[in-house]
């Protein structure tokens, strides 16, 4: 099983990119997917989540300006970021609280690898 970033880079404030994260190895169903975030000497945040079902919820500071969703089918989470501030630099990682795959296996707690965001002001 494996949750692959991508999509991070360099932007100057105010620009928008468009982070991706594909959940991979012969998947059944994976429940809740989400975005959080790491800034350099600070804790892991977390900015965004969405259920199953396609319920969402933001962290404040992003709230109007990023948007979560994601694709089922695909196994997909897509974290659409606009009106980028330089505080919102930081590394972002994809997190499923729990993947099933169709050989009855469950992962609980599941990260992806880290996508560098870099905001220029």
């Known amino acids: 099983v494996q949750l692959q970033a991508s999509g991070g880079g360099l932007v100057q404030a105010g620009g928008s990119l468009r982070l991706s994260c594909a959940a991979s190895g012969n998947i059944l169903s994976v429940n809740r997917m989400a975005w959080y975030r790491q800034a350099p000497g600070k804790q892991r945040e977390l900015v965004a989540i969405?259920?199953?079902?396609?319920?969402?919820n933001y962290e404040d500071s992003v709230k109007g300006r990023f948007t979560i969703s994601r694709d089922n089918a695909k196994n997909t989470v897509i974290l659409q970021m606009n009106s980028l501030k330089p505080e919102d630099t930081a590394v972002y990682y994809c997190?499923?609280?729990?993947?099933?795959?169709?050989?009855?296996?469950?992962?609980?707690?599941?990260w992806g690898q880290g996508t560098l965001v870099t905001v220029s002001s």
């Open positions: 969405v259920t199953s079902g396609g319920e969402t």
């Open positions: 997190h499923a609280d729990r993947i099933v795959t169709k050989g009855g296996i469950w992962w609980n707690d599941y």
